[in-house]
């Protein structure tokens, strides 16, 4: 079972805070505004919205990015 998946890449490019953050916190990952964050920091929205540039995300592009994150969380410790 992945640790970010989809679901968690999305909700931090929609977070309506603009310094949504996303960590790990007792193995499980929360979208949080950066001044709250209480955790290992996994990425951040301003440099995940830098790495997707202008195009379109689909499915497949969150799926890629999920895989990406979901491999930096394991790495920290997940």
């Known amino acids: 079972m ?3 998946g989809r679901d968690e890449v999305r909700a931090l490019l929609e977070s309506p805070s ?3 953050t996303l960590v790990l916190v007792g193995g499980r990952c929360e979208v949080v505004p950066e001044s709250r964050a209480e955790g290992v920091v996994i990425v951040g929205r301003r440099d995940l919205e830098s790495l997707l540039g202008d195009g379109p ?3 497949r592009r969150l799926g890629e990015l999920a895989d990406r994150l979901d491999t930096i969380a394991r790495d920290l410790g997940a």
Request: proline share 11%.
């Open 18 to 20: 603009p310094d949504a």
């Open 57 to 59: 995300v689909d499915d």
């Open 2 to 4: 992945s640790v970010v």
